[in-house]
């Protein structure tokens, strides 16, 4: 099954600054992979996702980026503000029937 | 649209009592998940659904069962509760291949 681990565990930056957060996944037939956004108190929310046909997506403050060769994705946060405060989740599905494994999460503080 | 929606929000159970977490989406979705999630632990799938009438185990199903009598509806039943299903449930739906999930607001739940 697919193994998908996340980097850092948690992570704070200076408001105005950019935030990385890097997952590795395991199966190299994975072709879709998703970044969910949980604030406190709420469900995952899907903030941006990448299929393998493309190398990077941005979308205004944010961009996913993916090396399949090195089986690794990326999500970019750049011009960090408060309201990105939250605890930030990958996910890759397994090949063998598309259910997504999902990272252990990163929480993002962005100081004032 | 309502999306997904989770009921109740909150509930303390005594240990050996039973219950049931509803999760309804509008979505059309075939596939529906129920998730805990636990301090540092991320999101881990307790069963999911590929269709209406179809159940199946995840990666933590023990203690818990599950039906999907309606398309739109998911149930996630605790038939005696312990201490160590204390955590925050969330519901999720998705079509079936290769796409996002749209996650619930969650019920959080204490077993004391």
């Known amino acids: 099954g697919e193994n998908v681990e996340q980097h850092p565990s948690t992570l704070s930056v200076q408001e105005g600054d950019s935030a990385v957060i890097k997952c590795t996944y395991s199966?190299?037939?994975?072709?879709?992979f998703p970044w969910y956004k949980q604030e406190l108190g709420k469900g995952p929310q899907l903030i941006i996702d990448i299929r393998s046909n493309v190398g990077e997506k941005k979308d205004q403050r944010i961009a996913v980026t993916l090396n399949k060769t090195a089986k690794h994705f990326s999500l970019h946060i750049t011009e960090t503000q408060p309201e990105d405060s939250a605890v930030y989740f990958c996910?890759?599905?397994?090949?063998?029937?598309?259910?997504?494994?999902f990272g252990a999460g990163t929480t993002v503080t962005v100081r004032a | 649209n309502a999306g997904v929606t989770q009921t109740p929000k909150f509930r303390v159970l005594k240990t050996g009592q039973s219950m049931t977490l509803l999760c309804a989406q509008d979505m059309n979705h075939e596939y529906m998940y129920w998730y805990r999630q636990d301090p540092g632990m991320g999101l881990r799938l307790i069963h999911y659904?590929?269709?209406?009438?179809?159940?199946a185990k995840g990666e933590v199903p023990d203690g818990y069962n599950v039906s999907r009598l309606k398309k739109q509806n998911f149930l996630l039943g605790l038939e005696s509760a312990a201490p160590s299903q204390t955590s925050v449930y969330f519901c999720?739906?998705?079509?079936?291949?290769?796409?996002?999930?749209?996650f619930g607001s969650g019920t959080r739940l204490t077993v004391v």
């Open positions: 659904s590929v269709g209406e009438g179809t159940t």
């Open positions: 199966d190299s037939a994975s072709n879709y």
């Open positions: 999720a739906s998705s079509f079936p291949v290769g796409d996002g999930y749209t």
């Open positions: 996910a890759a599905p397994r090949s063998n029937d598309y259910k997504l494994s």
